[in-house]
């Protein structure tokens, strides 16, 4: 989808935000919910993750529109941005 792309913005004390910008409409927002994705991850992988410090390096568009693929090191998984459960 060329009118939308996102980007991580990285903050101080290494914490990062990921953003969608959708160019066509002019909007930008957060990618997801990431209080939501770490309590997530927290359960998946068994240990505290803080929202702000994700580990997740970058995202990647899936042909459904309510899913994003949340890559880190050598792991992946995919993120249904309605319900932020991770398949």
């Known amino acids: 989808d060329?009118?939308?792309f996102w980007s991580r913005n990285d903050?101080?004390?290494?914490?990062?935000?990921?953003?969608?910008?959708n160019t066509s409409k002019g909007e930008r927002q957060l990618a997801f919910d990431h209080v939501k994705v770490a309590a997530t991850l927290s359960n998946a992988l068994g240990q505290s993750?803080?929202?702000e410090k994700l580990p997740?390096?970058?995202?990647?568009f899936t042909d459904n529109p309510n899913h994003l693929r949340l890559i880190g090191k050598g792991n992946s998984c995919e993120l249904d941005l309605?319900?932020?459960a991770i398949c």
Do not use: N
């Open 2 to 4: 060329a009118d939308r």
């Open 11 to 21: 903050l101080s004390t290494d914490r990062r935000e990921f953003v969608l910008v």
């Open 49 to 51: 993750v803080d929202a």
């Open 56 to 60: 997740v390096d970058e995202l990647a």
């Open 82 to 84: 309605k319900t932020s």
